[in-house]
């Protein structure tokens, strides 16, 4: 599975556990493909992260899992994990019998007697409560449960505390690592935290490959290359061949040795190598989870998972920042390392590592900005005596400045600050408060409480094959919260209206496809359908609209009619969505995936990973492609299969589907040569063959974020519409610029030159005006200095600083002001001989005018401009100035 569980997996933000996947099988929800499973599965968690850079723990990491669907339980598990990892290789791992340890829950005599009948003695078994021995999906939330027993590595009394009455699971000190987690999953717990029983006793087992690997060097003394190695401490996670090579880069790219073991008589003090090393630890793990998250298709953000990933490569950027923060270039030895076992890291390797380089550089500036307020606010925390930096404070540096909050209390604790994390909490629930998704979600859940209290059947849905269909009225519903039996005019005239049937021909909103809109009709009635929803997920299909006459009863036949012609406009824009899809994997390559899409009657969006912009000529060939499949007329084929068959057919799915029996598969395909140019998993309406699209015209392709485009297009009508608006458009142009369509362009260049010349012909005439005026404007003296104070006539600010350029060539000691009203404001330009520049300055003399005018200005001594706001204040204005001009010169 993708670590992005799927959509209908509403209770997880990341795969966290191989069982994820079992859930729906455990619950009797779906048949499993087999009572016997087992798998290796990448699993991303975030409860630990404070705690990686030690031995044991990671985000990331894959686990080893064997499941039973109401198969094997306790009496076959537990000798047969005994067995994997204490027979001798290669049957088994080949521990060593008496280094393992287990733990029971607390009256789980089974258990117990089952460890014991295998050989471990009572004293290597420890029973504890549900705070240890226990297993939840989500911790204190829905989902299914049960007791355990874990499995630990004791790598032996001489190493960790050295205390003697040390034992697993509460001491880790580094003596012991648990390996293996068998669940014994019979519990379903619910919300409010009651647990029933699941239909089944299920197994669900996990084990940890990488402490695994750790086990096995140290039982084998060995090395992760496989030579032989005395081991001085336990190795740790990091000790085996799934992150030494990643280390190895770390050292390549820092030019620093990793080396957790050091003896002792190194130059480097302890301290420092374990601060390092550490620091190296972290960078390898965070890389390699970051590296996992972009391949399954996730993004940094400010939400959701989006902003788990930017936290961890904030964290990877914060601690390597004495390292090397190229996380690009530790991706690439990531991707080295996983390809072989997860080839999706391979194929979107480049968009790995653009995203952590794009990623890489925004922090560079979030945290440029965001140290120099943090390191202020910090100091401001100490200077008075204060000791905790305020938690809505921490939340601003979060919510405002990006700062993750483990960072913010981090970068505090050097300085011997704590955060007030309940504060913190508190403005994180306000914020959360006012933002209109929550509220919007508590609106939702009652509405969906409304709907199962009316404990409705699913709607029939036969919209596949027809557009009108006969039903019953099932529900009527006002503002998702009120059902009534009747829906007369004054009811549906001041309420928001739903009503449900039995069986409909309405598509509701699903897949990117928007919901049909029609009417329902009956016997002296008509409600018009605006749109059309499911209601949660059990199949109940809502029709929204608004009651245009009659009224109508719960009972009450009708007949639903989807508008065709909007409906066939949506079917049009669907399955060219799937050609366009199909098209940009074929030319742009298959790191091409579908990220979202909008599928309207006017338009389709469709959302798709690809690092760079798409060239004109690119968007030409795909357009040109989708329109050659239009034309071949191919069959649009929909077929039910199993999703195995599915996948191996190459259909391109997204999970979800998955959980289905049987998934549906629309190809538009060449059915005489078996040749499907397009197959998709899809539940929603196409056109029967791939010319009834008509055409498909690409109307944009736009960035929407790191790694990801936008392609927008329309079809069949709009494509006509679009085509016929712009040849009106065309014509338009062609008769006002007197040109034929083809010699258009060259028609406005040559206008636009024609223009520019104007333009600067203009420009000469007017100087040379502005100079002549300048010849006519008389200056009065004092001393040797001429002054001139004068409004004038100009229509730019050039022309009026060529007016008093004019002036000042005319005379050998001078101080010029100029005021005029442009753009409706009072302007002013001020100029000074050298000579006079120092008694009387430009600058002084443009401020004293425009600041009189309400305005301000300035400049050199010798030449200055400015503005006012008041054109009725000029002649004032320069009255002023001319009396400080007065004073100044015969100071
Ligand atoms: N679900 C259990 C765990 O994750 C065992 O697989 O530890």
Known sequence: SSLIPPPDERTLLFSNAGMNQMKPYFMGLAEAPSRRMTSIQKCFRTSDIEEVGDATHCTF??????????DY????????????????????MGLDKSRIWTTVFLDDDEAYDLWRGVGIPAERIVRFDESENYWFMIKGGAGPCGPNTEIYYDFGADQGCGDPGCSPPTHDCGRFVELWNLVFM???QDEDGSRRPLPMRNVDTGGGLERWTSAHLWQEGIDWQGKKTTWAQPPTIYDGDLFRPILAQIEWISDLKYDAHQPAEHTITRASIDMRDKAMRILAEHTRAATLLIADGVM???????????????????????VTTDLGLIAEAVIERMAPVIPEVKERSDLVIQVLRDEERRFNETMQRGMVELNAELSHVLSEGGATLQGDRAFYFEATLGFPIELTREIATDRGILVDDAGYERAMERHRAVSSSAQRF?????????????????????GY???RAFGQVAAILLDGTTIVRELTPQLAASHHVEVVVTQTPFYAEGGGQVGDRGEIVWPGGRFVVEDTQHVGDGGVVAHIGRLESGTLSAGDPIEGRVDESLRGDTMRNHTATHILHAALRNLLGTHVRQAGSLVTPDRLRFDFTHLEAMTPEQIREVEALANRVVRDNLTVHIEHKSYEEALADGALAFFGDKYAD????????????????????????H?????????????GETSIGAGMRRIEAVTGRAAAERLRADEDTIGRLSTTLMAPPAEIEAKVAALREENARLHRQLQTLERRAAREASQTIAATQIGETSVVVERVEAATADALREVGDGLKATHKSAIILLGAVIDDKPAFVAMSTPDVAKRCPAGEVVRAAAQAAGGNGGGRPESAQGGGTDPSKLDAALAAARKLIEEKLTA
């Open 442 to 462: 508590d609106a939702d859940s009652e509405r969906l409480q409304t709907y199962a209290e009316l404990g409705l059947h699913a709607t029939e849905f036969v």
């Open 186 to 188: 019979t519990l379903y």
């Open 465 to 467: 094959e027809t557009t």
């Open 73 to 92: 339980f306790k009496a076959e598990i537990i000798p047969w994990a005994w067995e994997l990892l204490t027979e001798p290789q290669p049957k088994g």
């Open 662 to 685: 049987v998934v549906r598969v629309v190809g538009v395909c060449d059915l005489e040569l078996h040749d499907c140019f397009s197959h998709e998993l899809c539940g929603g309406t």
């Open 687 to 699: 056109v029967h063959a791939s010319g009834e699209v008509g055409a498909i015209i690409i109307t």
């Open 300 to 322: 940094p953000g400010n939400d959701g998972r989006g902003s788990v990933l930017r936290r961890l490569i904030r964290r990877a950027m914060y601690f390597g920042s004495g």
């Open 61 to 70: 990491f894959e686990m080893l899992g064997n499941f039973s669907v109401g």
